[in-house]
C-alpha cells in the first residue's frame, strides 16, 4: 500500500471514530409498542414489571412523556425526523393506503443516518415502517436502507472494535393485536405467525386475574372489558422479560456503564378511547432514561417532554450538530434545553377513516379541536374492531345499555372544542370549553394551537389527494437516479447522484455496504458497489465496477 493510500486510510479511520469517540454513548433505544405508563415504577401495582421498575431506579423517569400522534407509524415518523409528523405530510395512518408514501425535503435526515454518517453503527431490530417507504410484496415496510447498518438484526454485535452504536428495539409484545385471541388472517406472514400467536395467549392468559384489574371510568364493568385489560397486563409481563434479555446481554457485553439507555413506547394503550386518540390515554407513554454516572439514578423528571426530542438528544449526545428543522429540544447533557411551556399532537386519516383532529397540552390543560365535528367519535375500523372490548363496547350501544362516561365517545357528533383539567379530571371525561371558569384557558390555549398550526405548516390540514400529487405526481412513484462513480483530484473513488437530497452508499468486494459522506480509497481490482435512495422514493439500481 502507498504512504497515499495509507494516509487517506487513516484519515478514513479518523472520521469514523474521531478522538472523542470514547465520550460518545453508546445509545440502546427499546421501544414498546402500544403502551401507556402501566408499570410498576409508575404507581401500578398490578403490573409486574421488575426489568423496567430497576430502570426507572438505576436512573430518570419522566412523568409528562407525550408523543405526537396516538398511532404507531405518524407517531415514528416524527421520532424518526424529530419533525411532527403533520408538517411533512405523514400523520395519515399507512400514507401508502392513500397511494402515496410522505417525501419530506431533501436535505432532511433521519437521525440515525446523520448518526451513522458520524461513526456510529446503527441497527433496527424491529418496524421500519416511517411513512416514507411502500408496503412491499411480501407485507413488510422497508425503511430507505441508507438510515441503518443492519435492519431487523439482533443487537450490536456486528460493530467494528471500538465503534460507538445505537440500537433501536422495537417490542410488539404489547401491540393492540395481542390483546384479541383471534385474528382476520390477510397474508401468508400472519398465518406462520399464527403458532407464535397461539403459544403467547397460552402462556400468559391466566397470569392476571380480571378482578383485580382497575378499570378507567370511560369502560364499563364487564367481563370481555376486564379479561382484555388482564391480558393487556400479560403482554406488558412478557415485555417486561424481553427488556430483562436486552439489559442482560448489554451487562453480558460489558457495556452497561457506556451506554444510554432510554426505554419508552410508540404511544398510549392499543385499547378503545386510547390508541389513535389524542387524549392522555393515547399520548401519555412513560419514558425511562438511563446512563451511570451521568443520570440521576432514582430521579423524577416532571418537565414536558415530546417525541420529537429525542432525535435532537441523541444527536447532540453524539456531538452532532442539530439540524435547523427539528422541532424538540435537546433534554441531556451540556446542551440540554428548558422545559416548553407546551407540547402538540395530531390525528390524520386512520386506515380507512378520513379524519382531522389537532391538539396542544401544557403541564396541566388538555386543548382538542375537531375539525369534523360532524362526525361521530367512533368510526368502523376493521382492524381495531377484532377486538372483543370493542365489539362489546358496540353490543352495548346497540342495545342501549351503556351510559355514563363509558357513553360519551359513542355520541353521534363530537364537540368541536374540548378542554381537560388534567390535574382535577385525569381520564379527560369533563369537557370544560364551554364553561366560564375556563373561558381564559380556553382562550390561551386556542391562540396556542392557532400560532403552532401557523408556524409548523401543517400538511395534513391539506386534502390528501394534494398530497398524493406534490409527492408521487400522477400517482407513480419517483425513482432515485443511479448513482455516479468517478474519481476526485486524488483518485479517490466519488460518488454523485442527480437526485437531490439522495443518500448513497457503497461496498467493497462484496463487503457490508457503508453510507457514503466522501471519496474514499479503493485499491485497484476492487470491486465497487454502489446504490442510492432518497426518502419517500424508490431506490436506485445497483451500479458496479472494477477500480483499474
Known sequence: MTFRRLGGLLTL???AFPAHALERPNILLIVAEDLS???GAYGDALADTPSIDRLAREGTRY?????????CAP???????GVHQNTWGAGHMRASRGGYVAVPPADWKAFPELLRAAGYYTV???KTDYQMSRRFPNGVFSGPSSIWDQERADDWRGRAPGQPFFVYHTLLATHESQVWPTWRFRSWTQILMAPMRIRNHLAWVLETDPAAVTLPPYYPDTPTVRADLARHYNNIARMDRQVGEILERLEADGLADDTLVVFTTDHGDGLPRAKR???DSGLHVPLIVRWPGRVAAGAVDEELVSGVDLAPTFLSLAGVAVPAPLHGRVLLGREAQPEPRYVYAARDRIDEQPDTVRAVRDRRFKYIRNLHPERPYVLDMAFRDQMPMMQELRRLVAEERLEGAPALWFRAQRDPEELYDTEADPHEIQNRAGDPAFAAVLARMRAELDRWLAASGDLGLLPEEELRQRFWPGGREPVTADPTLGRDADGSLALQCATPGASMELRLDGG???LYTGPVEAPPGAGVEARAVRYGWAASGEVSERVP
Do not use: C, E, K
Not at 63 to 71: D, K, L, Q
Not at 75 to 81: E, N, V
Open 512 to 514: 457490508p455496504w457503508r
Open 277 to 279: 386518540w389524542l387524549y
Open 63 to 71: 412523568t409528562r412523556a407525550f408523543t405526537t400522534a396516538g398511532v
Open 75 to 81: 407517531s415514528r415518523a416524527a421520532i424518526i425526523l
Open 37 to 39: 405508563p402501566r408499570m
Open 13 to 15: 479511520l479518523t472520521l
Open 124 to 126: 433496527n431490530s424491529g
